[in-house]
């Protein structure tokens, strides 16, 4: 027993005199090692893709301009018919669902933009750098394309001018 015990000691003891110190001799020269601690630092960017404003971007897609005027009424209440066949699902009004928040989406957004997001999401985001950001913002929950027509994306268009 006591053999045991005094065997430990002395590996316990060889043990932290070969680990213990921090100075090291090679070659005629020392140095003293410290530890150092590594922390790694993620960038992250408080701007979300949902609340940036970016009015130049058209996207990719049929629709490269175009021209609003003023406000049609009558275009937006069909809008909003289509919006709701097609597009509450998703996203709402006046609040953040499966998709972003569209309350003020034609002040962040270009027209066009918007146009080409409803008639080819697939392309927006494999080629546009805010559709991919919003893809990722929404833990990649891609928007489906519903097959809208032109017309009928314009009154979406419309309709969500209305929404601000």
């Known amino acids: ?18 680990c213990g110190g921090k100075e090291e001799k090679k ?3 020392s140095m003293n090692r410290q530890k150092t601690e590594t922390v790694k630092k993620k960038a992250v960017s408080t701007d979300k893709a949902s609340t940036r404003i970016d009015l130049e971007s058209t996207g990719v897609g049929p629709v490269s301009s175009i021209d609003l005027g003023a406000l049609d009424q009558s275009l937006a209440d069909k809008g909003k018919g289509v919006f709701d066949a097609n597009c509450i699902a998703c996203h709402m009004i006046g609040k ?10 034609t002040a962040r957004r270009n027209p066009a933009w918007i146009m080409n997001m409803i008639l080819n999401p697939e392309n927006m985001v ?7 950001d919003l893809f990722m913002e929404f833990n990649g929950a891609p928007m489906s394309n519903q097959n809208i027509s032109q017309e009928d994306a314009r009154a979406i268009l419309e309709y969500l001018r209305t929404a601000n």
Do not use: N
Not at 1 to 16: F, P
Not at 96 to 105: A, H, N, S
Not at 126 to 132: G, P, S, T
């Open 126 to 132: 494999k080629e546009d750098q805010l559709a991919k």
């Open 27 to 29: 070659d005629g020269f």
């Open 96 to 105: 953040r669902f499966v998709g972003p928040d569209l309350t003020g989406v």
């Open 1 to 18: 027993m006591k053999k045991t015990v005094y065997l430990a000691s002395i590996a316990l003891s060889i043990l932290l005199v070969s």
